[in-house]
Structure formats: C-alpha cells, structure tokens
C-alpha cells in the first residue's frame, strides 16, 4: 500500500475517481434504448477509450508531478 498523506493520496485517486464516474456516465448514455444505433455505438467506444487511455495517462501524469 502506499505511505501518503491523506492529502497526497486523495491528489492521486481523486482523478482516477473523476474518470470511473465520467466513464460510467457515458456507458448510461450509451445504454438508453432511445438513442440512435450508430451514437450507442460511438458512445460505447468512447467510455472505453476513456478508461483505456485515461487512467494511465493520469497515472503517468500523476509519477510526473511526483504525487508519489
């Protein structure tokens, strides 16, 4: 486990939190029945992309500013 202060680690997870919320937010978009084929489609993609590439990219952004 990691040895921060409290501060320190909300800095670090707030963010990763932030991109779960936004990620789960678009897949409920993408999930309505009354959307259009191709929108349920590139929202499906886009909460995807946003897990695959956004939380790595915080991570290696957050070793980058030293947050740990």
């Known amino acids: 486990m990691l040895h921060l202060p409290?501060?320190?680690l909300a800095?670090?997870?707030a963010p990763l939190l932030?991109?779960?919320f936004a990620a789960?937010?678009?897949r409920?978009?993408?999930l309505r029945p009354g959307a259009p084929r191709a929108r349920r489609r590139?929202?499906?993609a886009l909460w995807v992309l946003l897990l695959l590439v956004g939380a790595?990219?915080?991570l290696v952004a957050a070793a980058a500013l030293r947050l740990w």
């Open 42 to 44: 590139a929202l499906q």
């Open 6 to 8: 409290l501060a320190r």
């Open 11 to 13: 800095a670090l997870l």
């Open 24 to 26: 789960g937010a678009i």
């Open 18 to 20: 932030a991109i779960g």
């Open 28 to 30: 409920a978009l993408a």
């Open 56 to 58: 790595p990219l915080w």
